[in-house]
């Protein structure tokens, strides 16, 4: 028979009491740390946190927190909350050159997408208000990409754009040929809106690029494999993209601006 624990009980109790105010204050400090990054990256869109809601700068408030526990991995990538998508660590490349993901170790593929939609539109006509086209390594192609000016993804992207001219001729040749950025559309076997939808990514390069669905086979096994030089990565991370050859479900080939998860 399970027992109510009031406060009576915790304090006649006092390892459990203990061990209770611990979990209290580490699951406070853990939303505070979360809440904060999200309003050091979007400083233009979210002012403060209250009762396990975000409060946007138009005084919309958003849960934060689902409050459901014991989320496996494929409940969070598929019914994540906005605290689910903060959950994962993710690991820049000038802090470690050789790390491989373990295990469901995706920093970045878990979205709340009414977050996004919030952001960036709720549909494609609303996102498409704020698409723009900027030339990509005018240097040396005449490509242009579409994105969103939101966030000013679009000048972030100019800036890199221009560092990877300056790359050498052996690592240029990785980005010179953009596979896409905005495309409204599903992720791959998915229900969920892709980020590409909000024109917030960037494929960069379909023919020396690994995807774990293509190696997955019909063992439905597959091993890490990258092609892409992390000279590349480095100036992607340094303005606010992540990558998805930092996933245990790689996607080498992606870029998306999510700087919450680099802070």
Known sequence: MLKKFTLNNLLMRPRLLVSSLI????????????????????????K???SNYIIWNDDEKMIFDDLISNKSFEEKLNNPSLKDQLSIK??????????????NEDAGRIRYEPFFKK????????????LVKI???PKYTKRNITVTKINDIDKKLINISSELENLPKHLRDFVLNPDGA?????????NNISVHSFGIALDINLKN???????KGTNKKYKYK?????????????YGFIWGGRWYHYDTMHFEYRPELLD
Do not use: H
């Not at 000038?94 to 993901?101: A, G, Q, S």
């Open 119 to 130: 952001m960036y539109g709720k549909n494609e006509r609303e996102v498409n208000k704020n």
């Open 135 to 137: 030339p990509w390594m």
């Open 23 to 46: 979990l209290i204050s580490n699951t406070f400090l853990c939303a505070n740390s979360d809440i904060e990054k999200l309003k050091n990256a979007y400083p233009n869109f979210i």
């Open 48 to 50: 403060d946190y209250s």
């Open 90 to 103: 993710y690991i820049k490349t000038i802090e470690n050159k050789d790390y491989i993901p373990s295990l």
């Open 182 to 190: 905005y495309n409204w559309r599903k992720i791959a076997n998915s």
């Open 209 to 215: 690029s690994n995807y774990w669905l293509w190696d």
């Open 226 to 238: 990258n092609q892409i030089p992390l000279e590349i990565v480095e100036i992607f991370e340094k």
